[in-house]
């Protein structure tokens, strides 16, 4: 199956700072999705982004489908970002949107 | 009106006893599944159904046994629990497009936290 790795896995900031979490994958995809872990444990969708450039406020994300990475972009980082961000694509010619989590970043903002 | 809602939130339960958890979406999605997140936050998928048929069952135990009465529905029944099936449990569902690769993001449900002692 697809194989995900996210990096860094862990990162800390001061409230303000930017930062990039990267998500590498070993096959093609049809879908990639990131999503926001909060320290209740709900995971927020973020992007779906199975190629291309999107913005959502303060993030962004970018998948190069060619080259089998996604980027996640956090500008002006608040404590309310803390949490962890895992990448989920789906391996290209499966069907049925099963997702393959990376292992994840946990991210820490500290005010 | 949540999208995806699961049942119970929280579970404790002693070993051997069987459990269930509920899970409704009334998204419209026609696909569903389980996914169960590990005390290292590692999270795997375990079953997907489509239209109440099974599309996906990744090597879990036969203990675990999923029903799905309708679409809008997918609950997980646990027998024999074992101290290793403490876990959160996450239920999503998506659309799938049949003849084409499309499905729509997942959304997820908000997790049952499962608790064996």
């Known amino acids: 199956g697809i194989q995900v790795e996210q990096s860094p896995p862990d990162l800390i900031l001061q409230e303000g700072a930017n930062s990039t979490l990267r998500c590498n994958f070993s096959?093609?995809?049809?879908?990639l999705q990131w999503f926001h872990q909060n320290p209740w444990g709900q995971l927020i969708n973020l992007f779906y982004i199975p190629s291309g450039t999107k913005q959502n406020g303060r993030l962004s994300a970018t998948t190069v489908a060619t080259e089998r990475y996604s980027l996640l972009y956090i500008s002006s980082s608040q404590t309310t970002d803390s949490g962890v961000y895992f990448c989920?694509?789906?391996?290209?010619?499966?069907?049925?949107?099963?997702?393959?989590f990376g292992q994840g970043t946990i991210l820490t903002v500290h005010p | 009106d949540t999208a995806v809602s699961q049942t119970p939130k929280y579970l404790v339960t002693q070993m051997g006893n069987d459990k269930s958890i509920k899970c409704e979406q009334n998204l419209g999605h026609d696909t569903m599944y389980w996914y169960k997140q590990d005390s290292k936050k590692f999270l795997k998928i375990m079953f997907s159904?489509?239209?109440?048929?099974?599309?996906i069952n990744e090597t879990v135990p036969n203990r675990f046994s999923p029903k799905s009465p309708d679409k809008a529905h997918l609950n997980l029944h646990i027998n024999s629990l074992e101290l290793g099936d403490s876990a959160v449990y996450f239920c999503?569902?998506?659309?799938?497009?049949?003849?084409?690769?499309?499905?729509?993001?997942?959304?997820f449900g908000n997790g049952t936290r499962l608790t064996v002692t």
């Open positions: 159904y489509n239209n109440k048929e099974l599309i």
């Open positions: 989920a694509p789906r391996a290209g010619g499966t069907s049925y949107g099963k997702l393959t």
């Open positions: 096959d093609s995809v049809n879908n």
């Open positions: 999503a569902s998506s659309r799938t497009d049949r003849g084409s690769s499309y499905n729509s993001p997942l959304h």
